[in-house]
């Protein structure tokens, strides 16, 4: 019985070390041959096959992407995304997903130097505290009524889920913290249960 005991524990330690690892790469190789598969088809169907090699969907997927990035700068491409913004937003169920995909890449993509890349921790009453991202200035706080002081979104995600809540606090409430975002979620979305050598 001991043994058997001693097998699975193994088992499991090694478990933990291969499966993060392997579903890195696995998704890396998804999004990969999924570049490839659809820039391929675009390709072929523009250009003859003889000039076509393994990897140049991949290329064409990232110069695609680089070139809308940069046309999103531009006046006539906002104003089209706007206009296309406008028509979702008309229709109920579209509109509540592509409006959570989109905040949710904007709070991805934001610079390191805004204030969504603060991480925070906010003192409760018996002494605790919670570990939150600063997701929007006191602008975004504008329905909060009968309150003169300035206000700041802190975002708290909850441990072993994609899922969370946003508070309202005073800016002198907040206690910024010395690590990266990364980091804090590392930390919050375990439970605090990482290792050493990665705090």
Known sequence: MFIIKKVLSTSGKGLAAVLP?????YLVYWLLSSSERL????YLSV??????FTGLGTVLALVFLFLIGLLLQTFL????????????NRIPLVKSVYTSLR???????????????????????????LIGLI????????????????????????????G???????RKQLEELDIGVEEAMRIILTGGMTSKDKK
């Open 21 to 25: 690892l392997a579903l890195s790469v």
């Open 39 to 42: 820039m391929r088809s675009v």
């Open 47 to 52: 250009l003859p096959e003889d000039y076509y």
């Open 77 to 88: 491409l906002k104003g089209l995304l706007r206009l296309g913004e406008g028509i979702i």
């Open 103 to 129: 905040d949710f890449m904007d709070f991805i993509t934001r610079s390191a130097d805004s204030d969504a890349s603060k991480v925070v921790a906010v003192s409760m009453p018996d002494g605790s505290k």
């Open 135 to 162: 997701t929007a200035e006191e602008k975004d706080s504008s329905f909060v009524t009968g309150d003169k002081e300035e206000r700041v979104g802190v975002f708290f995600p909850m441990s072993y889920q994609m």
């Open 164 to 170: 969370g809540y946003t508070l309202y606090y005073e």
